[in-house]
């Protein structure tokens, strides 16, 4: 049964940070291409990150370049997204995506406020 967990989401203040992280179970993850995204109200989900299979090559949406970094452990089965410089236009609920030969396959998602 596949699995994925993010946590790691909370309330943070402007300009703060933190690091979420994504336990996947059930698929090889080495063989799966990684990614965050992320859904705030009212909008459509979008993607944030995503990273290879072996970490080499990262992507990142405009608005996160130079503030997010993705990265991933193979041998903890896990994909963590750290998040600095926090704004108000973070917030949303941020989800883990693996593309698995073929199926892709979501968390549930964790929620990020950003809030004075």
């Known amino acids: 049964q596949v699995q994925l967990v993010e946590s790691g989401g909370a309330l943070v203040q402007p300009g703060g940070s933190l690091r979420l992280s994504c336990a996947a179970s059930g698929f090889t993850f080495s063989r799966s291409v990684m990614g965050w995204y992320r859904q705030a109200p009212g909008k459509e989900r979008e993607l944030v990150a995503t990273?290879?299979?072996?970490?080499?090559?990262?992507n990142y949406a405009d608005s996160v370049k130079g503030r997010f970094t993705i990265s991933r452990d193979n041998a903890k089965n896990s994909v963590y997204l750290q998040m600095n410089s926090l704004t108000p236009e973070d917030t949303a609920v941020y989800y883990c995506?693996?593309?698995?030969?073929?199926?892709?396959?979501w968390g549930q998602g964790t929620q990020v406020t950003v809030s004075s």
């Open positions: 995506k693996a593309d698995s030969m073929g199926n892709g396959y």
């Open positions: 990273i290879s299979r072996f970490g080499r090559t990262t």
